[in-house]
């Protein structure tokens, strides 16, 4: 089973800064790496695929990049709505398995 | 428009048989690529895969809970049911049905997802 660890496991943070969040496979996955974010109370929606695609109706100021076990989303500039848990996700082989999430804070 | 809906019971005593059922529209699990799934998450805790049924009925489980679930599909009616014998306490959470989406060379990620069901494990 392939280990995915995220960190920082909580970020405090402010309307419009730029942040980052990393994510780290236990083996190589390649780019088969997604992420979700997560609002209190709902469902995860997928935000990117593949590493580095942005899934269809995603605001542009997220986005991804890595390949093999180092991953990371980054989020532009900050907006209210973005304030969520942030799990990564490996598709690489199953059981398919998430990070421990990441609560981005005010 | 793509949706997906559990449905099944809200509280299960410990040993029992929990069954979900995904209920789902705007697509077919008889197209190439496409899968149904079962994710949970304990209250304030992170998700955690379950299981998954491929359209060619390719079955998929987590190891450590291989024994205890059942996915099963019933594509003229568009559900997919998820059977969990001998529950615990700790199988408390919200279970959520997603349906898993493939783009290019087998990259899966699931999009979008039911809106949960939370399950309660006590006697």
């Known amino acids: 089973e392939i280990q995915m660890t995220q960190s920082p496991s909580s970020l405090s943070a402010s309307v419009g800064d730029r942040v980052t969040i990393t994510c780290r496979a236990s083996?190589?996955?390649?780019?088969?790496l997604n992420w979700y974010q997560q609002i209190p109370g709902k469902a995860p929606n997928v935000l990117i695929y593949?590493?580095?695609n942005l899934q269809s109706g995603v605001a542009s100021r997220f986005s991804g990049s890595g390949s093999g076990t180092d991953f990371t989303l980054t989020i532009s500039s900050l907006q209210p709505e973005d304030f969520a848990t942030y799990y990564c996700?490996?598709?690489?082989?199953?059981?398919?398995?998430f990070g421990q999430g990441t609560k981005l804070e005010i | 428009q793509i949706t997906l809906k559990e449905s099944g019971p809200t509280l299960v005593k410990p040993t029992q048989t929990l069954t979900l059922t995904c209920t789902f529209s705007?697509?077919?699990?008889?197209?190439?690529?496409?899968?149904v799934g079962w994710i949970r998450q304990p209250p304030g805790k992170a998700l955690e895969w379950l299981a998954l049924?491929?359209?060619?009925?390719?079955?998929r489980y987590r190891p450590s809970l291989k024994t205890r679930l059942t996915i099963t599909q019933d594509t003229s009616k568009s559900h997919v049911v998820l059977t969990m014998t001998n529950v615990a306490p700790v199988d408390t959470g919200t279970y959520y049905c997603?349906?898993?989406?493939?783009?290019?060379?087998?990259?899966?990620?699931?999009?979008?997802w039911g809106q949960g069901t939370l399950v309660t494990v006590s006697s």
């Open positions: 997603v349906r898993l989406h493939t783009a290019y060379e087998e990259h899966h990620f699931f999009d979008p």
């Open positions: 705007g697509f077919s699990l008889s197209t190439s690529g496409v899968g």
């Open positions: 049924i491929f359209w060619d009925d390719d079955k």
């Open positions: 083996q190589s996955i390649s780019s088969y």
């Open positions: 593949a590493a580095s």
């Open positions: 996700q490996q598709s690489y082989s199953t059981p398919y398995t």
